[in-house]
């Protein structure tokens, strides 16, 4: 293993330091945890591919609602409560 040196919030270490102390790990064990959820989940696209994605899909839906772009926080709340 390589050793590196990472700078966190005391409040951050103090919850780590909970937590391993439950698990019965160490605190480095559960930041290689974290590091490998993070690399697992990595969206390595740049900016300009996640613009390229987010333009695809303009048009392809449609709705019955023609408020929708002013009142969609209304929307949003009535469908995930």
Excluded: P
Excluded at 22 to 46: F, K, M, N, Q
């Amino acid at each position: 293993m390589i050793r590196i040196q990472v700078r966190l919030r005391k409040e951050q270490v103090e919850a780590l330091r909970a937590m391993a102390q439950v698990e019965g790990v160490s605190v480095a064990e559960l930041i290689r945890r974290g590091a490998d959820i993070v690399i697992a989940r990595g969206d390595s696209a740049t900016r300009a591919e996640r613009v390229r994605r987010a333009r695809s899909v303009v048009g392809k839906f449609e709705s019955v609602e023609t408020d929708l772009s002013e009142n969609h926080d209304k929307y949003l709340e009535e469908d995930f409560g």
